[in-house]
């Protein structure tokens, strides 16, 4: 139990390692920067409705891809490169490695997620409660950034491009069904119970409540949901790593 201070630092420094590697990857460019950045665009332009409306969608959806787009990437490299069995003989658990991928992930997409946030202070658009609303963005990206390590986990795979592609086939459907583009408040009782399934959900319903008042759930629903994710998505991440390390170094 006293390690357990000494490999979170060390998840911390494998961190520090990771950003300094694959924050430049094209990869992680295009599906953390670029991608975001155009869907954005093609919501907002041409949507004759206030700013005010559009930003509950666009916050969710910067923050839902930023956060997970390093972490696929990371093992699959690692194990091509063959530095994950170099990081396994050093004093480290299998779940320092995964918590230092998580913490690198969660940086990436918290920094990112931050800029809308600051343009609509800069615009004298202010959320009801900015403190609880970044709050709310700390925890959601630490969910997204679980939720895309855990995406890395299966299959075995040593192709960063496979990993990504299979990732963007769940995070896409996460998407379209979170409320993003239409609020769960207007999505009939079967969308409701689908949109129920995914984090992104309870992030875009928490932050239209913070700008809009306007919100399906309770907000102290929507926090307890995302951290529920979060915990199920770390566990699960590290679970099923553990599961197939054999498998990924054979």
Known sequence: MSQFPEQFRRSFVIA??????????GPVIIFGLVFPLFLALAYVIGRNIPLKEVLPGLIGMTTFFTATSVGPSIVPWETRSKTLERLLCCPV????????????SFIFGLVISVIPLALTLALAIEPLNFII?????????MCFAALSVLLSAYPPTDIPATSMMLSSLVKFPLVFISGVFIPVEQLPPWGTTIASISPLTYFTDMVRQLFLSKGFYPLALDFLSIIAFTVAFASAAIKLHEKTLAKRLS
């Open 16 to 25: 520090k390692k990771n950003i300094k590697i694959y924050y430049s990857k």
């Open 93 to 104: 658990a299998l779940w320092t490695i995964i918590v230092g991928d998580m913490l690198s």
């Open 133 to 141: 609303l970044l709050f709310g963005l700390i925890i959601a990206n």
